[in-house]
């Protein structure tokens, strides 16, 4: 017989497939993307623009040469610039306890609110937002909350050109338009990781481009 491949924090992730994917489905503010590849929602407004313009002024405060797990900086895969927004802080709190509430996640496998600024000619190279639990790093990741199940991402700020999130395998270019959130399912319904949610932050051609994301692991993050 075959041996059955164990996905770590599958259970977990079918169901947190399932609860998210089906309290947007009841959300008339959120518009399912059409695709039959992801488990994909924007939600148009969600960041009022003040919100938006504080959001910006303090990933200015907080945005280092971004790093990557496997990759240095030098590589030229995410040349943005990014920066943990401070937990702490009763207006960051404020925005996650929304993203928190909208997705109906606990709010302890929330990860810390990431900023992130494109600068013309940077970009975030295709890649998927859950953790190859074959590669070493999961040995730390797995400890700090497993998987990665959904990411919520908002988009703060009008881009002049590009700038673009490319989901490589549904074949979509999410235009960057300030205020909306984009909120996808890493896993499939059966709680694999979904191959089919690589995507890419297309260089800024002309402008910058300002985002915030938030992950949600399956299990406590520390
Ligand atoms: O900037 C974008 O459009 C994509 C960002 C992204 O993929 C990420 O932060 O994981
Ligand atoms: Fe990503």
């Not at 059955?4 to 259970?11: F, G, N, S, Y």
């Not at 992801?38 to 945005?63: K, P, T």
């Not at 990557?68 to 009763?90: A, I, V």
């Not at 199940?149 to 700038?163: F, R």
């Amino acid at each position: 017989m075959a041996k059955t491949e164990v996905i770590p924090d599958q259970a977990a992730l079918k169901r947190l497939g399932k609860s998210v994917r089906e309290r947007l489905e009841a959300d008339p503010g959120a518009y399912k993307v059409e695709t039959d590849k992801a488990d994909m929602f924007a939600i148009g407004d969600f960041l009022s623009a003040s919100e938006c313009e504080r959001l910006c002024v303090m990933i200015d405060l907080v945005a280092r040469p971004s790093s990557l797990h496997e990759l240095g900086y030098e590589s030229g895969f995410r040349t943005s610039y990014s920066g943990d927004l401070d937990p702490t802080d009763s207006f960051v709190m404020g925005i996650s306890r929304r993203i928190d509430d909208l997705l109906g996640m606990n709010p302890v496998c929330g990860e810390a609110i990431q900023g992130q600024r494109y600068l013309p000619g940077q970009q975030f190279k295709p890649h998927n937002d859950w953790f190859y639990t074959t590669e070493k790093y999961w040995e730390l990741e797995r400890k700090r909350g497993g998987q990665r199940s959904w990411t919520a991402m908002a988009y703060l700020n009008e881009v002049e050109e590009g700038g673009g999130t490319h989901f490589t395998e549904i074949g979509i270019n999410v235009e960057p338009k300030p205020g909306v959130l984009l909120v996808w399912n890493n896993a499939l319904p059966d709680g694999r990781p979904n191959e089919a949610t690589m995507h890419a932050g297309t260089p800024v051609l002309k402008g910058t481009k300002y985002v915030i994301t938030k992950w949600y692991r399956t299990r406590t993050w520390k």
